[in-house]
């Protein structure tokens, strides 16, 4: 693309962020990211269960996860990112968030983990507490309300579309915001930057400036023997 596109896709789980971030970086030629904790324990070589096992009790791997997402965001011009909270994480030309009643999302959720036999009621409540519980979360990491959307350009419910007609509202949307050259900033960012900087015992530069080199292991095990 010749202008500057960046785009942030977040949601709930089962609402089809991480298909619609696939699908509409392949569209625009953007680069796709979808940096997860099971990304997180691969990079840092550990188990992923351990690393999840931990994440509930420790904010660390929330601002690890977090630093490669920003530094991702902005050493690329052209990007996709699709996170819960991509939209926070970055300065981008379109802010999506993907919506569906809690009903859909935990059927979806259901049909996809057939291997784990779980009940639609269990998962369903689940679901439930999986966002009663990263709500909380993100208020403690950085005061944010992910259920406060108004910093979004576009609301998308899921509910009744296809993965490629979520998709194709996106990609309209981009180019609509591409030939209007939107250009708002994110409120949230340097007070984000600041309390990763602080928690993970880093200067500002090394979350501001991708071209300052760091060793994501080396910090974490830093942090993990001062804690």
Known sequence: METLMRIAISGHSGCGNTTATTNVGKALQLKIVNYTFRDLARDLC?????????????LIYDYLTDLTLIRNAI???????????????????????????????????????????????????????????????YLRLYGLDIEDHSDFDITINTEKLTADQVSSLIVAAAKWAKKSQLERKNLHLLRIQEIIAENLQI?????????????????????KKVK
């Open 46 to 58: 550990i188990n992923f269960e351990e690393l999840h096992n931990e994440a509930s009790s420790n």
């Open 75 to 137: 050493s690329n011009e052209n990007i996709v990112i699709g996170t819960r909270l991509a939209a926070w994480l970055m300065n981008a030309e379109l802010r999506i968030w993907l919506q569906a009643p809690l009903e859909a999302r935990a059927s979806r959720i259901n049909r996809r983990e057939t291997e784990k036999q779980s009940s639609y009621e269990q998962v369903l409540y689940k679901t439930l507490k999986r966002d009663e519980q990263n709500r909380k979360r």
């Open 203 to 223: 200067p500002i530069e090394a979350v501001q400036n991708p071209k300052y080199e760091i060793d994501i292991i080396d910090i974490y095990n830093k942090i």
